[in-house]
């Protein structure tokens, strides 16, 4: 398996507890909305703790771009990462398949599990097609919500916010679960792409495979 160090060239956080990445392009280095890599930071401590990661940018940036949720309290990878400084050095591997745009459909994301859809719904919008895909998004406070802006911007009303924790005007107040789905999804027939928690995209899974028919569901879990 082959190793690509890379410098950070820029950070930014983009909510209290998500930091977003630009980091060195290796030449040659491709892929498709929706991949992933592993990330390890090159230290000996640290070296051999891979973490997965989704690309969030483009594939024709001349970057690369990680949207990476920061647990401090876990004191591991990603506390590191969120200590890190523009010209240090991470290192990636080698791309490897996560989830696939098979067409318009619903997104139904729970807290980070909104950012393989990230670069997905980026290249449908840079391409013009981001037609009716819809974006169900799920956190446990308005302030956790990853580019709620960006979202607000791309998909206007087919964007739909549920929180869990809080309730706020403009806002739904439940949990994404077998019950949720089955009183708000009337279309069974179309893609599902669904990305959160694992009893999150458990339940989500046993609502959509009844009705809808196993072909229809694509799920990541977080």
């Not at 990230?118 to 580019?147: C, T, V």
């Not at 403009?170 to 009893?199: L, M, R």
């Amino acid at each position: 398996m082959d190793i690509y160090p890379v410098r950070v060239l820029a950070t930014r956080w983009v909510t209290h507890n998500v930091r977003q990445f630009m980091v060195d392009k290796p030449k040659g280095y491709a892929f498709v909305p929706g991949q992933a890599t592993e990330v390890s930071l090159p230290s000996d401590k640290w070296k051999d703790e891979r973490r997965p990661f989704t690309f969030t940018g483009l594939n024709e940036w001349d970057h690369l771009e990680f949207t990476i949720k920061i647990y401090p309290e876990r004191h591991g990878v990603t506390e590191q990462l969120g200590l890190l400084k523009n010209g240090d050095e991470i290192v990636l591997h080698d791309v490897w398949g996560a989830i696939q745009y098979k067409g318009e459909g619903t997104f139904i994301a729970g807290g980070a599990g909104v950012t393989p859809f990230i670069a997905i719904l980026r290249q449908l919008r840079r391409d013009g097609k981001l037609g009716d895909n819809r974006l169900i998004f799920s956190n446990k406070a308005e302030k956790d919500i990853i580019l709620k802006d960006q979202w607000d911007e791309w998909l206007g009303p087919k964007v739909e916010y549920i929180l869990s924790q809080e309730k706020a005007p403009g806002f739904a107040f439940g949990k994404i679960d077998e019950a949720w789905v089955k009183k708000n999804i009337s279309n069974f027939s179309q893609h599902f792409y669904v990305c959160g928690p694992d009893q999150m995209v458990a339940d989500v899974r046993k609502a959509l495979e009844n009705p809808g028919g196993k072909d229809t569901l694509v799920t990541v879990e977080l």
